[in-house]
């Protein structure tokens, strides 16, 4: 009777051992897989999507010497460091550069360590092309808007060509790039605009309507308000109120925890790929 009862408490002994072994295995092994997501999600990437950059690549080598080409393939993978568990937002700019302006909007964005996508005219590239050259050297994302903004749709195709090939040279004139993607003026979208045009084309889903109000603090509330994660905002860096609107955003936008960033890089994040003929809303929305 004594020795069943000693062997009973032996088991008993025995199993609750068993039971913290196995506590302490699941709570190693749940340690493990949490540090394995945390490592993933905050890995470095190239900060241009691959499918935008290798395109580039290709529509530049016309226009490239060999040593060139082989400059262009470094500065088009720039690595940034961004965290992608971070709330991600695509800043773009239409309508410049802009001399006086351009450079706030890139002085408040290297302030926070954020990028941004410019849409520039060529007629204003050719005015202005230090400042075209400083976007680029800054790692933000060259990217063109026709050579004077008409309304695509109501052009030939030879006409329509001409817009991007005149834009394309005077970028490449200034910085040594072509656009890395496309905006057509208005949003103006056709069949004949999509043929013709290099590179994805580039839209938005948030519009601040800074052009319209002109006022700093409307175009703050519509992106403080409605901006959220995969989200492409519409802005143009030729206006005061927009300029001081970006300068007040950014800091308020790092503190509740995003990360502003190129239209190439949101995607290059969110995993996807975008090619020739494309229309890009947002991260979530792709036609
Ligand atoms: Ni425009």
């Known amino acids: 009777m004594r020795r069943t009862i000693r062997t009973r408490r032996r088991r008993r002994r025995w199993r609750k051992r068993r039971a913290a072994v196995l506590l302490v295995i699941m709570a190693l ?16 990437y190239r900060s241009v999507n691959k499918s935008i950059g290798e395109y580039v690549v290709q529509a530049n080598d016309g226009i490239l010497a060999a040593d060139t080409r ?10 940034r460091k961004i965290d992608k568990s971070k709330k991600l937002i695509a800043f773009t700019f239409d309508d410049g550069p802009m001399q006086g302006k351009t450079e706030r909007v890139l002085k408040a964005l290297e302030k926070e360590n954020f990028r941004a996508t410019f849409f520039m005219l060529g007629e204003n590239v050719k005015q202005y092309p230090q400042v075209a050259e400083q976007i680029y050297k800054s790692g933000n994302e060259v990217a063109g808007h026709s050579w004077d903004h008409p309304l695509l749709t109501k052009l030939s195709e030879s006409q329509i060509k001409s817009q991007q ?39 938005w889903n948030i519009d601040t309507l800074d052009w319209k109000t ?37 800091p308020i936008l ?20 975008v090619k020739k003929g494309d229309v890009v809303l947002s991260a979530h929305q792709i036609r």
Not at 70 to 79: A, N
């Open 254 to 273: 790092k503190q509740r925890g995003y990360e502003v960033c190129t239209v190439s890089e949101l995607l290059e994040a969110k995993g996807v790929q």
């Open 70 to 79: 082989e400059k262009m393939e470094k500065s088009l993978y720039v690595p």
């Open 29 to 44: 092994m749940l340690t493990g897989i949490v540090t394995f997501i945390r490592a993933r999600s905050t890995q470095e």
């Open 214 to 250: 002109k006022s700093a603090k409307a175009t703050e509330k519509i992106i403080l308000e409605k901006a959220k994660d995969g989200d492409i905002v519409l802005m143009h860096d030729i206006h005061e109120s927009t300029v001081q609107a970006v300068e007040h955003v950014l």
């Open 165 to 203: 090939d005149r834009m394309n040279q005077a970028l490449y004139e200034a910085c040594g790039s072509k656009a890395v993607s496309f905006r057509p003026p208005y949003g103006g979208l056709n069949d004949s605009v999509k043929k013709i045009i290099d590179g994805p084309l580039i839209l």
